[in-house]
């Protein structure tokens, strides 16, 4: 397993959250997520899922994504 950590833009909401959970939940070869709208983050446990298809699910979800890489205050 794999953990990638996504920085979502465009949250407001515990909907928002709830969404961009929703849409990385039905990405094949994702086991959770956890939404941090504080930190405008999505953390994702996966196994052998490319960063480009997380970040579409996001996208696709109506909000700004990427993966976060090193380190991030």
Do not use: W, Y
């Amino acid at each position: 397993m794999a953990k990638t950590t996504i920085k979502v833009e465009g949250m407001m909401c515990e909907g928002c959250v709830k969404t961009v959970k929703e849409s990385l939940e039905k990405v094949p070869g994702v086991t959770s997520v956890d939404v941090n709208l504080k930190k405008g983050t999505a953390t994702v446990q996966q196994d052998g899922v490319a960063d480009d298809v997380l970040v579409k699910a996001v996208v696709d979800a109506g909000f700004r994504g990427s993966v976060k890489h090193g380190l991030f205050g």
